[in-house]
């Protein structure tokens, strides 16, 4: 394997690794946002809230799209051993 090859998949695992995180970071971030202004608006700074419902959507995503990131890691676990192998 060259150093070529060693780049393209450094990169390749950088941009999954991406692809799977940005769907978990992004809603919870746009929950958070949410909360905090509904929080700010009605006065009530319980942190718990914004803790709760970030987590269920995370639990959410997950569910909805493990599938996904599981044939996602596994596409990209047999192309790494196909490339070991030859």
Known sequence: ???TQTMD???????????????MLLLSMLVGVVVA?????????????SFVLKLIVVIGVLLLGGGWMLDTLRDYTYEIFSLIRS
Do not use: N
Request: charge should be negative; proline fraction near 3%.
């Open 9 to 23: 998949l450094v990169r390749d695992a950088v941009g999954i690794a991406i692809k799977l995180a940005s769907p």
């Open 37 to 49: 202004i509904f929080q700010a608006v009605t006065q009530i700074h319980e942190q718990t809230i």
């Open 1 to 3: 394997m060259d150093t």
